[in-house]
Structures are given as structure tokens and as C-alpha cells.
């Protein structure tokens, strides 16, 4: 990453803040800022002042520990959350660390994760934590609790103004939803919401320790058909499907002796409980593969980028939608998701396989790919990144000018991590401007009533804590460039 020296100042600064609170503390620095330099000035320093103590590095995925391995002292010993929870487990430990670092802490607020937090917050080693991520106060709040309270916050406001990340345009494109697909999406809606009225008035129907285990009727549906875990115990799913059932008065010996008792036995068995658990997320897998993977959003795509033809990056959720949109874009594009099967890749510079050096062509796995395609993108290879959820972080490309995301969840992080990639900077662009766009299905009309786009409704949530301005428009044409 290129340095400023107002940037190394700050990042200083962060160093200080974190000596002043006794090596205990949380870095919370908008994405691009270089939050992985603090760790290294911090981890030297720790290396120089006692090289026979371990320190352990801890990222949440094997993509974002192998930025750390790039990035920090080999001396570090660098472990993505999994392999770290594994060694948990084992009788010989790192109880003699004298300094870990948890990149992107955020993400360590699930049940198994937690505890790698908790392992530390009883050692008496420092402690550093980095995130570029939104935090909620509940998240502060456990944070200080594990000892990693937030001794610094970086804001985008203070990045843009420094020149630490460069400036952006964000759009949200209004793409009309396909004529010959709403009758189907909105069948769709209607049995999901039949099905959410009939479970409404059962949501706390299952308790664990003490109190009810689901807060919506989403999340208690899911548990029907595959069950869940909790803490780090397994539900079964006959468990809550037995449990409702008794709520709605079914036992095994209950017999159809009259309208009552039958509808009982017909709507609220368990067995009927695990159906209806089937038939929802059937229902709202199917009509999510409308929204996500259409050929309007594949169109919509190839417009914006030919009119703004710059090194792109594209964010879906369908693998299929992403593997269209490479065709359609040709050989300067690439794309990863992890769902990949090896297989040969031909070199867009000489349309030739890529090959092993003794000769024969290459069968490129999903690792290799992810290398070959970072790698074209930095070096103009390629121009075009095409992927899913798999390269919502750990990604620095600085000549990135243009992020579309087709489709996402309601995770604010996800979105946060998704658009920062086009946030960095380019000291071979010094007037680069990013142009995000989020396109998105609004809300349509079918037979006089409005069908609510499930699209629209996530894009609401994942934005809810946006603090910047964001552009709305109802055409490519809108888009300055």
C-alpha cells in the first residue's frame, strides 16, 4: 500500500494510543486506511524487545490469515479462526504468547469464535484488534470486556479528507423487474407469507435455557427443517418441531374426532411442522434465484461497463449470474467464487491454456485461480473481476475504479467490505474517483396490488448505517463518469 506521511502519522498515532492503554485495544480504521502497518510497527517492536515469545496472529478466513503471512514478520505465527480453534482443543497451547492480533474482529462474535477471545482476555499477553467494519455498541461492549476495548476510530469522513482512500460516487440502480418472471415471484410471496402468518403466533414456542430460542419466523423455520446450533450445542430440528406441535395441543394419541382435532392432527403435527419447514426455504431459495441471476441484471451489467469501460470489480450472489456475466464480458474478464471445479484456463494475452513449465496443460484449482486472478488484475491482464461472496475482503487492488454489486444480503459488514474495495488508492491515478452501484428489483404493480421486492428490502437493511450520501437513479444514463 502506498504511504502519505499524514497517513503514517496517524497510523503512529494509532501505535501511541494503543501503548497509552497498556497494549490493550481495538483499531477501528475505515477499510484502505492500513490497518495491517499498525500491526507490523506494533509486532517488530514486540519481536525486537523479546524475540522467544510467541506472537500469534488470527484472521477469520485462510484468505485474510494469508494477508497477514504476506504482510507481517515471519517470526509471527499467523492462523486463520478455524485451525486456531482446533489448536484450542489440543493439550499442548500457546500459553506463552506474549502478543496476538485479531484481524477483522468484528467476525469473532460467533459461539466457537468467542472463545479464541476469551482465551486471551485470561492470558497476560497484549492485545491488538483491527476492523474496518461498523461497530455496534453491543460489539464495543463485549470487545471491552475480552480486553480489546476501541482505543481509536479512523472515520471515512477522515480518510477522504486526507487522501487515505480515494473519493467515490455510490449509486443505487433501480433495474424494473423482469415482466415475464413477477407472476411467478409474486406466487412465491404469497405462499411465504401464508406460511409466516400461520407461524407467527408460535415463534416462542421453543425455549432454551430459560428463554425463547427464536425472535422471527424465518430463523424458527429454518430450525424446522434442518435444526440449529446454539452456543456450541447442535438443536435438532424433531426437538422444536415436537415443541410447537405440543403448543398447538398435538400428541401422538390424539384422534380425528371432530373438525378440530383434525385440523390439529392435519396442520400441526411434527412431521407436518418439518414439511412446512421444507417448503419455506424451498420457497425462498427459489424466489431469491429470481431476483439474483435474471437476464435484466445481467444486461443492466454489460451497459454500465460498457459505457464506463475501467477496471471493474462485480459482487453477486448467484455463481450462474457470475459465470454469465464472464462469458458475456470475454477474455479480459475473470471469475472466482468458490464453488469452482479445476479445470484448464486459457491466457487472455495469447488465448494459449495455461500450461506447467515442463509442458502440458494445467487443471487450475480454485486457490490457484484466486492468485491468477489478482495477480491479471494488478497487472492489467485482466480487466474485469467477476465473483461472489468469496472476495468480500482481503482484496487490494488499488486500480479498481468501478464496484457493481448485483444482489446481497442484509449483513452491513458484507456491504461495507464489498464497496471499500474500490476505495483505494491509486498512485499510478491520482484523480481516480470509484463509482459504486448497488442494482437492485424495486417494488412492481401485477393486477392492480404492489408485490414487495425482497430485493429492494435487503438493500434498505445492509444500508441502514450509511453515513454517506448515496445517489439514487432509475437509469445507466444517470451514472457521471
Not at 475480552?146 to 479512523?154: C, E, S
Not at 497487472?379 to 475482503?393: D, F, H, Q, R
Not at 461495507?416 to 412492481?444: M, S, W
Request: net charge positive; hydrophobic share 35%; proline share 3%.
Amino acid at each position: 500500500m502506498e504511504q502519505t506521511s499524514s497517513r503514517t502519522i496517524r497510523q503512529g498515532m494509532c501505535v501511541r494510543n494503543w501503548i497509552n492503554a497498556n497494549g490493550y485495544g481495538t483499531v477501528n480504521a475505515i477499510m484502505g486506511f492500513g490497518k495491517t502497518r499498525i500491526a507490523k510497527i506494533i509486532s517488530d517492536g514486540a519481536i525486537k524487545k523479546n524475540p522467544s515469545k510467541d506472537i500469534i496472529a488470527i484472521a477469520p478466513n485462510r484468505i485474510t490469515t494469508d494477508n497477514l503471512i504476506k504482510n507481517l514478520s515471519h517470526l509471527v505465527l499467523s492462523y486463520s479462526a478455524t485451525e486456531f480453534s482446533n489448536i484450542l482443543k489440543m493439550p499442548s497451547r500457546y500459553d506463552d504468547c506474549q502478543f496476538v492480533i485479531i484481524d477483522e474482529i468484528h467476525k469473532f462474535f460467533t459461539p466457537e469464535r468467542e472463545k479464541i477471545l476469551e482465551y486471551f482476555s485470561e492470558k497476560d499477553c497484549k492485545r491488538l484488534g483491527l476492523t474496518g467494519s461498523t461497530l455496534s455498541s453491543e460489539m464495543k461492549t463485549k470487545l471491552a470486556h475480552y480486553g480489546f476495548p476501541v482505543i481509536d476510530v479512523i472515520t471515512e469522513e477522515e480518510a477522504i479528507n486526507n487522501e487515505w482512500i480515494s473519493p467515490y460516487r455510490e449509486y443505487n440502480l433501480a433495474i424494473p423487474f423482469p415482466d415475464d418472471l413477477k407472476e411467478e415471484y409474486a406466487n412465491f410471496t404469497e405462499k411465504i407469507s401464508k406460511l409466516r402468518v400461520k407461524y407467527k403466533g408460535v415463534i416462542q414456542s421453543y425455549v432454551y435455557k430459560g428463554k425463547p430460542l427464536f425472535d422471527n419466523v424465518d430463523s424458527m423455520l429454518r430450525a424446522c427443517l434442518a435444526g440449529i446450533k446454539v452456543e456450541s450445542n447442535y438443536v435438532n430440528y424433531n426437538l422444536i418441531c415436537d415443541s410447537i406441535a405440543a403448543k398447538k395441543g398435538y400428541t401422538s394419541k390424539l384422534r380425528a374426532t371432530n373438525a378440530y382435532t383434525k385440523m390439529i392432527i392435519d396442520e400441526w403435527s411434527p412431521s407436518r411442522i418439518h414439511q412446512d419447514g421444507k417448503t419455506y426455504n424451498n420457497l425462498v431459495r427459489e424466489r431469491y434465484n429470481l431476483i439474483s441471476c435474471n437476464s435484466v441484471k445481467l444486461d443492466t451489467v454489460v451497459n454500465i461497463i460498457k459505457n464506463n469501460d475501467v477496471p471493474t470489480i462485480v459482487f453477486n450472489d448467484s455463481t450462474l449470474l457470475a459465470e454469465k456475466i464472464g462469458e458475456a464480458l470475454g477474455n479480459r474478464a475473470i471469475v472466482w467464487h468458490s464453488s469452482l471445479e479445476p479445470k484448464p484456463y486459457k491466457d487472455p494475452d495469447n488465448e494459449e491454456y495455461y500450461c506447467f513449465k515442463h509442458g502440458g496443460i494445467r487443471l487450475i484449482g480454485k486457490d490457484a485461480l484466486r492468485k491468477i486472478a489478482t495477480e491479471g488484475m494488478l497487472s492489467g491482464k485482466y480487466k474485469y473481476l467477476i465473483c461472489v461472496k468469496a472476495m468480500n475482503e482481503g482484496l487490494d487492488i488499488p486500480l479498481l475504479q468501478q464496484v457493481i454489486t448485483t444482489a446481497g444480503d442484509t449483513n452491513v459488514m458484507s456491504y461495507e467490505q464489498r464497496i471499500a474495495r474500490g476505495k483505494r488508492l491509486d498512485k499510478d491515478n491520482e484523480k481516480k474517483v470509484c463509482t459504486i452501484i448497488n442494482c437492485y428489483h424495486p417494488n412492481f404493480m401485477l393486477n392492480d396490488k404492489t408485490v414487495i421486492s425482497r430485493d429492494y428490502q435487503k438493500l434498505m437493511e445492509r444500508q441502514t448505517e450509511s453515513a454517506h450520501n448515496i445517489i439514487w437513479i432509475d437509469s445507466v444514463d444517470e451514472i457521471i463518469i
